[in-house]
């Protein structure tokens, strides 16, 4: 029975060693600062992992080293009371961010967990605690509320510089349409999220869009305009991505594609519904991480974009119609600012007149309107918006009489009186085609797909044409 109990003896002092050895070896090796001291300010024990953060050679270095706590390893000396108040009057862990010294005398900031031991009658024994070097995490932390502070005070000052403002960059308006409009576009302004932008042709889509450009945090890099209605299909993925010398026939040279040129600045998409499925399937990659591929290489580039597009068509319905893949849609339909036609914001006719006056006479007094011309102005529906008001002032300007092309009452003899002038053949025939486009324009109210149905002309011709003869303004885009 004797041998029992010493062979009992003997399997517990090995489950007892057993022990002891793992929970030295976790002590020995944990990547994580471990230690125990006591209440007057000594170390006891501390592991290597705690020594090499506080820089020391050996936990042994460390525990001869510091014979004060509180004075030589707290940076601010009075914490180490606050940590000793909270770890009495608390039976579990005490959590702490303090400073603490190294041995070459730098300081660093460290996650701190620590708890008393205590006997039977509660009396505190020691201190048992960990710590993790959180140095560089707090600085990013400092540093993303800094920013974040930063940026909140600079929408702030936006809202307060903009706020029932008649004009954001070269937008015009200050109708309560217009305020939300501007409201939405210093919102967007301050991330890097997809915007997406709906509006009539003409209502001014590629203003918001550099307004956009201008008040973030990319405005010192280049903003990238890509008209995707002009652009030949077989065409359009050489002009995004670019191409390799030797990749076709003809390419002489390395030429960077819209993508290339918008690292760092904003890609604008106008007239993003006329992309094909196909080239849609392409540029969800460089969308998603900024990855693609140059015609001709085989190795990807990247390029940090920000995604601003702009439509005059329902986009839902084109992902129904199966015109539009979904998630394309979901990929540039995050932030959608809708822009109001000119019928909705009449208030800012007068603001605009002014506006185009002054910069097409070029002149800070622009001649006075009658009274009847500025009623007519503001009764008028504006197929084409913003564009259309320009032109009808430009021609007003011209031979001072109002046109309105898109009303059925226009006397169509007169349109054919004015391209009957005097001069050559091919300038007749020029002007009376321009006025043809700009009739057809705006009874279709500028919906280029239908005017080039109207007119029996594909849409690269209309295109074309419209610029010919002035009918995309280099001032009033899109």
């Not at 403002?165 to 210093?186: C, D, H, N, T, W």
């Not at 967007?188 to 889509?205: F, H, L, N």
């Not at 986009?315 to 129904?320: E, S």
């Not at 005097?422 to 700009?438: H, N, S, T, V, W």
Request: contains cysteine; aromatic residues 8%; charged residues 30%.
């Amino acid at each position: 029975m004797e041998k029992g109990m010493h062979t009992t003896e003997m399997s517990i002092e090995e489950e007892i060693r057993q022990r002891a050895d793992k929970f030295q070896s976790i002590f020995e090796n944990s990547a994580m600062g471990i230690f125990q001291s006591t209440l007057e300010g000594r170390f006891l024990m501390v592991n290597p992992a705690f020594a090499a953060i506080l820089g020391y050679d050996s936990p042994e270095d460390l525990i001869n080293s510091i014979q004060d706590i509180e004075h030589q390893f707290y940076f601010h000396s009075e914490l180490r009371a606050e940590v000793l108040a909270a770890v009495e009057s608390k039976d579990g862990t005490c959590r702490f961010e303090p400073e603490f010294r190294r041995k070459d005398g730098n300081i660093i900031t460290c996650a701190l967990s620590v708890r008393a031991f205590r006997d039977a009658g509660g009396k505190i024994l020691h201190l048992d605690g960990f710590i993790e070097d959180v140095t560089e995490a707090r600085r990013w932390r400092d540093a993303i509320r800094e920013q974040a502070a930063k940026l909140s005070d600079e929408n702030l000052r936006l809202r307060t510089l903009f706020k029932d403002r008649f004009r954001l960059g070269k937008i015009i308006g200050k109708s309560a349409p217009m305020q939300e409009v501007y409201e939405i576009i210093l919102k967007a302004a301050g991330t890097d999220t997809s915007v997406i932008i709906y509006g009539e042709s003409g209502t001014g889509k590629e203003l918001v869009a550099r307004a956009i450009h201008d008040l973030s945090g990319r405005s010192g890099r280049e903003f990238v305009p890509v008209n995707c209605g002009a652009i030949p299909e077989t065409l359009l993925e050489r002009e995004f991505f670019g191409h390799k010398r030797g990749a076709f026939t003809g390419a002489n040279a390395d030429t960077r594609g819209y993508l290339d040129r918008a690292d760092g600045g904003t890609l604008f998409l106008d007239e993003v519904a006329e992309l094909g499925l196909d080239m849609q399937v392409k540029l969800l990659r460089a969308i998603e991480d900024g990855s693609y591929f140059p015609l001709g290489e085989n190795r990807p580039k990247k390029s940090d974009f920000r995604l601003v597009s702009a439509t005059n068509r329902n986009l839902r319905q084109m992902v129904k119609s199966g015109k539009m893949r979904e998630d394309f849609f979901f990929r540039i339909d995050i932030v959608p600012i809708d822009l109001p036609p000119i019928r909705q914001r009449r208030e800012d006719i007068p603001l605009l007149v002014d506006h185009y006056l002054r910069h097409l006479t070029s002149d800070d007094n622009p001649p006075v309107l009658p009274g009847k011309v500025l009623e007519a102005l503001y009764k008028y529906e504006y197929p084409g918006n913003v564009r259309e008001l320009q032109n009808i002032l430009q021609r007003y300007l011209a031979i001072k009489r109002l046109d309105f092309l898109g009303s059925f009452e226009h006397d169509h003899e007169s349109i054919l009186s004015q391209a009957d002038e005097d001069g050559p053949l091919q300038d007749r025939m020029a002007r009376y085609e321009k006025m043809q486009i700009e009739r057809c324009l705006a009874v279709n109210r500028w919906h280029r797909g239908k005017t080039a149905n109207a007119l029996g002309i594909d849409r690269k011709t209309l295109y074309s044409k419209m610029r010919l003869y002035g009918l995309i303004s280099p001032h009033v885009e899109e």
